[in-house]
C-alpha cells in the first residue's frame, strides 16, 4: 500500500464516521453527556480527516480536498476552542495564529476564484463562497476576541456556529464524491444552502443580548 492509499483509506473511514456522528449530533439534544461524547468522537474523526486530505492534495493535486481540508481543520479548532474563551484573557496567540491563517487562506481563495471565473471557469463560484465566508468568521473572531461581541455567550453561538460548519464541509464532501445528478457547482453549493438556515435558527435559540448600560443622569 502507497502513501496516498494510506491518506486515502484513512481519510474515507474517518470522514464516513463523521458525517454519520454530525448527523446523530444534530437530532440529538444538545449539551448533555451523549452530547459531548459523540462532539469528542466527531471533533477527532473529523480532523483526522481534514488533516490527511492536505498531504493527499501534494500527492495528487485537488482543488477539492484542499478547499475542504483547510475550511474543516480551521472550524473544528476555532470550533472547539471557543468553548474556553468566555472572556477577553482567554485569548492565545495560538487562537491569533488561526484566525489570520484563515485570513490568508480567505483572501488566496477570493483572488483565485475571481481569477477563475474570469477564465470563464465558473468553479472559481465555489473559492469565492468559501473564501467570503472564511473572510466573515475572521472578523466574528477579531470582535469576539476583543470584547466586541453583542452576546454575553458569544462563545456558545460561536461554536456552534463552527461545528455547524464543518458539518457542512462533511456533507460537501459526501455529496461532491458521489454526485452523479447535480452540476458539480451545485453540488458544491447546495449543503451550505440548506444547513446554513438551521445554524441561524440553532444561534437565535442560543442567543442571549449583553444589557444595555445606560448612564444616570447628572
Known sequence: MDAFTLLLTIHI??????????????????????????????????????????????LHPNYFLFIIG????????????????????DVTYVDWLLTGTMLLFGIAFIVFGGIKIIQSNYFGIVF??????????????????????TYVNYWLTTHIQRMSASYIATVTAFLVVNNRILPGVIAWLLPTVLITPLIVIWTRKHMRKRPVVTQNPV
Open 13 to 58: 473511514v474517518c470522514g464516513s464516521a463523521s458525517l454519520l456522528l454530525g448527523l446523530l449530533i444534530l437530532l440529538l439534544k444538545k449539551g448533555d453527556k451523549r452530547h459531548k461524547l459523540l462532539g469528542k468522537i466527531y471533533f477527532s474523526c473529523m480532523l483526522s480527516a481534514a488533516l490527511v486530505a492536505l498531504p493527499m492534495c501534494f
Open 128 to 149: 469565492l463562497l468559501f473564501g467570503s465566508i472564511g473572510i466573515l468568521f475572521v472578523y466574528q473572531d477579531t470582535q469576539n476576541f476583543r470584547g466586541g461581541s
Open 70 to 89: 483547510i475550511f474543516t481543520t480551521y472550524m473544528l479548532l476555532t470550533g472547539k476552542r471557543y468553548l474556553k474563551k468566555k472572556k477577553i484573557s
